[in-house]
């Protein structure tokens, strides 16, 4: 299987995202003949074009929840994969809240958009879909009322991406057996921040899943003060994990990191 995720952007906070010190186009996994686009925030189409990412190719979309960072393009992309329904194709999966509002918060999609997908999904942690030869589970994530993380199991390999998200026991179940994690860590050590993980948090989740590797983005702008590179060195001494911190446009083949002992993982889904 021809395997990638590219990082069309590592900026996790308003200040890092608003001055664009780095971009927040979201994340593409490239999967056999399958392409998903995860949480698609501020420049996701002219990243796409910047990193030769193909509009027209991907497969699915993938929101986590509704924050502008992990949202705001996902019209815009809707429209340019589709033609603006000429071509009504692909998948939209969302948490709750980004796809039907809530007393509090409007719908991210519109309903003419949610027109151009062939069709549209709400996820709650636990549920499971398939699409293609990929299956993918909604992982709990503690964010906002209805965030999720996602975990993406192919034939060689498992993916998993949780969103933003406090550390929790449920995080470390979800996640507990994925090969390659990418983990947004927004803070550096010593910042705590409710709803987000810092590198502190990130040791001790580390600790519990032991992933062959781990990828951190989703940069605030303390952590870039702080340099990700430099955090990620040092929670790579404390875990059993490769420990490795994303850059704008970075390429990772995650067969890399698949184990020969799980080449069945579609058998036991």
């Not at 998948?91 to 796809?99: F, G, K, M, N």
């Not at 969103?163 to 470390?172: N, R």
């Not at 705590?192 to 580390?206: A, I, P, Q, R, Y």
């Not at 870039?224 to 955090?231: A, K, R, S, V």
Request: charged share 25%; proline share 3%.
């Amino acid at each position: 299987m021809n395997s990638s995720i590219t990082f069309l952007g590592t900026g996790g906070d308003s200040i890092v995202v608003g001055k664009q010190l780095r971009a927040s186009g979201g994340i593409i996994f490239k999967f056999g003949e399958s392409v998903f686009l995860i949480d698609p925030g501020p420049g996701a189409l002219v990243r796409m074009k910047q990193f030769d990412v193909n509009v027209r190719e991907i497969t699915a979309i993938l929101v986590s929840h509704n924050h502008l960072n992990h949202s705001s393009d996902v019209n815009s992309v809707i429209s340019a994969m589709t033609y603006s329904g000429i071509d009504k194709r692909g998948i939209l999966v969302c948490d709750e809240e980004t796809l039907h509002g809530s007393e509090t918060e409007k719908p991210v999609i519109s309903n003419y958009h949610k027109g151009l997908v062939e069709r549209f999904i709400t996820m709650k942690p636990g549920m499971k879909i398939g699409v293609n030869d990929v299956n993918i589970v909604a992982t709990n994530a503690k964010h906002t009322q209805t965030s999720i993380g996602f975990k993406f199991y192919t034939e060689k390999f498992i993916v998993s991406y949780t969103s933003d998200t406090e550390y929790c026991k449920e995080l470390v179940e979800d996640h507990a057996d994925s090969d390659v994690i990418i983990v947004n860590c927004k803070n550096p050590l010593g910042l705590s921040e409710k709803g987000h993980m810092n590198t502190e948090d990130v040791v001790k989740f580390l600790e519990k899943t032991k992933p062959k590797l781990a990828i951190l983005t989703h940069f605030g702008i303390k952590m870039l003060d702080g340099d990700p590179i430099f955090e990620a060195r040092e929670i790579q001494k404390k875990t059993p994990s490769q420990v490795i911190a994303a850059r704008d446009g970075m390429t990772v083949n995650p067969t890399s990191y698949a184990s020969s002992i799980n080449q069945k993982r579609l058998d036991s889904f």
